[in-house]
């Protein structure tokens, strides 16, 4: 597969078939009944408009997942947001959730860190499929 742009449709799109045919994020996910927006701010100077991706999340299933252009507000029960680099680090384990929020690498803008927190376990298992999608990142 070609890699795909960062947050485009087809990025989403590929991100949506892992979550509905991932037993790993299936089994961590099984309690977790929320919604959450994954959010790249904008940043002119590299031509990279602010969006998110929003997923509709339900005991282990993605009921509904959307591109959202624009700086927000976005519908979700959880918005992270941060720039498409850390977003980039994040993906590739460079970085990892719980450090890259305690330290703003990305920001957690909506919801309670530490109910997040309880479900570090969905989280990563969603930030693993993201991170398996072959993805071109802003320069």
């Known amino acids: 597969m070609a890699e795909l742009d ?6 989403l799109n590929a991100l ?3 979550l ?8 961590a996910a ?9 959010a790249t ?6 031509n990279i408009e602010g969006r998110a991706v929003v997923l509709d999340l339900h005991e282990g299933e993605l009921r509904n997942a959307q591109l959202v252009t624009g700086p927000g507000p ?3 029960d959880y918005v992270i947001r941060g720039v498409a680099d850390n977003w ?16 703003q690498q990305l920001q957690l803008v909506k919801g309670n860190t530490m109910s997040l927190m309880t479900q570090m376990g969905a989280a990563q298992a969603l930030l693993d ?11």
């Open 16 to 18: 949506s078939d892992r």
């Open 88 to 103: 980039q680090k994040l993906l590739s384990k460079e970085i990892f959730p719980v450090p890259a929020i305690m330290s």
């Open 6 to 11: 960062f947050m485009s449709e087809d990025w």
């Open 20 to 27: 509905k045919t991932s037993e790993a994020y299936k089994k």
């Open 30 to 38: 099984k309690g977790w009944r929320s919604s959450m927006a994954l």
């Open 129 to 139: 499929e993201a991170g398996a999608v072959p993805t071109k990142f802003p320069a």
């Open 41 to 46: 701010l904008a940043e002119p100077e590299k």
């Open 74 to 76: 976005y519908e979700a």
